[in-house]
């Protein structure tokens, strides 16, 4: 796998193009900040206890917490986009363009993962499955992902452009998914929040270096949009599933995120002049789009791969801890 050059090397130290880390996100246990607190619920949202795996598996054991059929399914379809996601995203740790990077993709990874963990748990549980069975073992046509999320890296400039559509969705996603009227959904949608916050800027700054940045970081961040942009689409599809539950207010329509992800995505794009109405290269609305179908468990060749390697361990060895 090959690196992009290295854009314009005078904007390392250059304000503009700074990275913030983390913010401060406190996990709800004894411990982990002035404000933990051990017994919090894993439905309270309160600042200092941000929502854990782990307590929504605690209040699923005392049958405080169940969902049902058509939220569990929701639950999963997120899930797994953040589970598959995560895997991709760790490839990146060790051969990332530099080392701040190696950093960044693994802690974008690791939210991801810890996403996954918690929408994966709670959905288990209307089938009475814990979120390693879901991950490790159901087969390929039992996820729920979109084709997006398992997508090959490509080179670097390729995953940022996945990034890019990810976060700015999941921005949307997560946004609208506080006001969940399933509390448990909301909680995880309002730790997630903050995480993606972070995601979409590091993901714009780096859409913006590339593009700014010599002949050929500009030109692979072009051709990584050209290879990325049809499976955008999926993400905004409606389903019978998604209407029933924007009609009861546990989820949301996707169509109704698309027009603010459009708006906040392509002012990015225009800063960076790549849209064809600034200038730039990119004329995406002519760019065709995939299928899909990987919501109904339809996907393409990549994800068995993806899978092999992800659930090898598992499978070798059930039930083994460490």
């Known amino acids: ?89 760790g490839h990146w740790i060790s051969r990332a363009p530099e080392l701040e990077e190696d950093v960044a993709l693994g802690n974008i990874a690791l939210d991801q993962l810890g996403h996954a963990r918690s929408f994966l748990t709670y959905a288990g549980a209307a089938w009475d499955k814990s979120e390693d069975d879901l991950a490790y073992f159901r087969r390929e046509h039992e ?34 998914l506080t006001g969940s009227n399933d509390k448990t959904i909301a909680a995880i949608a309002a730790k997630a929040l903050k995480e993606v916050d972070y995601h979409r800027d590091h993901s714009a700054q780096w859409v913006l270096r590339l593009a700014g940045g010599t002949e050929g970081s500009r030109r692979r961040i072009v051709q990584a949009f050209k290879l990325v942009w049809p499976y955008v689409e999926e993400l905004f599809e409606d389903d019978e599933l998604t209407a029933r539950l924007a009609e009861s207010g546990a989820g949301v329509q996707p169509s109704s995120l698309r027009a603010d992800f459009d708006r906040l995505t392509g002012e990015i794009l225009g800063e960076a002049g790549l849209d064809a109405a600034s200038g730039g290269e990119l004329s995406l609305e002519r760019i065709p789009q995939s ?19 992800m659930q090898v361990l598992a499978r070798e060895h059930p039930g083994a801890s460490w």
């Open 143 to 176: 996820f729920r992902s979109a084709h997006l999320f398992e997508q090959p890296n490509g080179d670097f400039a390729v995953t940022i452009a996945r990034q890019f559509i990810v976060s700015y969705y999941q921005f949307e996603l997560y946004k609208r």
């Open 1 to 89: 796998m090959t690196a992009p050059e290295n854009p314009a090397n005078e904007n390392e130290n250059n304000p503009d193009f700074a990275i913030e880390g983390h913010g401060d996100i406190s996990v709800g246990v004894k411990g982990a900040g002035a404000s933990g607190d051990g017994s919090a619920s894993a439905t309270r949202i309160t600042p200092g206890n941000a929502l854990r795996p782990e307590d929504i598996a605690l209040e699923i054991r005392k049958g405080q917490v169940k969902p049902s059929e058509d939220v569990a399914e929701y639950a999963l379809r997120i899930g797994d986009d953040g589970l598959i996601l995560a895997q991709r995203l």
């Open 291 to 309: 299928l899909g179908g990987g919501r109904h468990g339809k996907h393409s060749e990549h994800l068995g791969y993806l899978l092999a390697e």
